[in-house]
T-cell receptor, first 112, second 115 residues
Framework: ETGVTQSPTHLIKTRGQQVTLRCSSQ?????VSWYQQALGQGPQFIFQ???????GRGNFPPRFSGLQFPNYSSELNVNALELDDSALYLC???????????FGPGTRLTVT | AQSVTQLGSHVSVSEGALVLLRCNYS??????LFWYVQYPNQGLQLLLK??????LVKGINGFEAEFKKSETSFHLTKPSAHMSDAAEYFC?????????????FGKGTKLSVKP
């Protein structure tokens, strides 16, 4: 059974640029959630995708957007990057009826 | 609204000593509660979960937690700390029956284990 994978592992971008982060869900899971973890903080919920539709969103601006594909993999896009967007971005997958979320290793984004 | 408070951002114990990490939650609906562990530069690994069955929950690596509704607590314990337990621990809450299974995390407790 393949776990949740994320790419890239690290990324450095300049303020104002756009970034795309990718996540492959665990086999058999159709729900993907994205979280932002700032340094020294707990993860904060960005949004969740279920069967290719957004299924809930946290307190993040519209420049944070996402996609889910038919194979349940997902992308997180962030436009107009700000310095405060520097964080570890975590993807988690789950089966729809099971609230146990399995996390990937994360993508470390640094905005300079 | 739901929230989680983890008391103590940093806990230090000696190897072989009891580990106690505190978590209090706030929820207007029956909660699902989780403890996750995060090792440096890694993602989160589920230690254990409470989903309204038994109030004493056993997890991996010898950890357990007890759900106490009257105290709105879900403290994590381990009888004997091991050096490999040094990591950051996060308590999280969500609600059953909602359309969104988003987890709400506490700020984390960093556990140090002294030899």
């Amino acid at each position: 059974e393949t776990g949740v994978t994320q790419s890239p592992t690290h990324l450095i971008k300049t303020r104002g640029q756009q970034v795309t982060l990718r996540c492959s869900s665990q086999s058999g899971h159709n729900t993907v959630s994205w979280y932002q973890q700032a340094l020294g903080q707990g993860p904060q919920f960005i949004f969740q995708y279920y069967r290719e539709e957004e299924n809930g969103r946290g307190n993040f601006p519209p420049r944070f957007s996402g996609l889910q594909f038919p194979n349940y993999s997902s992308e997180l896009n962030v436009n107009a990057l700000e310095l405060d967007d520097s964080a570890l971005y975590l993807c988690a997958s789950s089966a729809r009826t099971d609230y146990e979320q399995y996390f990937g290793p994360g993508t470390r984004l640094t905005v300079t | 609204a739901q929230s989680v408070t983890q008391l103590g951002s940093h806990v230090s114990v000696s190897e072989g000593a009891l580990v106690l990490l505190r978590c209090n939650y706030s929820s207007s609906v029956p909660p699902y509660l989780f403890w996750y562990v995060q090792y440096p530069n890694q993602g989160l690994q589920l230690l254990l979960k409470y989903t309204s069955a038994a109030t004493l929950v056993k997890g991996i690596n010898g950890f357990e937690a007890e759900f106490k509704k009257s105290e709105t607590s879900f403290h994590l314990t381990k009888p004997s700390a091991h050096m490999s337990d040094a990591a950051e621990y996060f308590c999280a809450v969500t609600s059953y029956g909602g359309s969104q299974g988003n987890l709400i995390f506490g700020k984390g407790t960093k556990l140090s284990v002294k030899p």
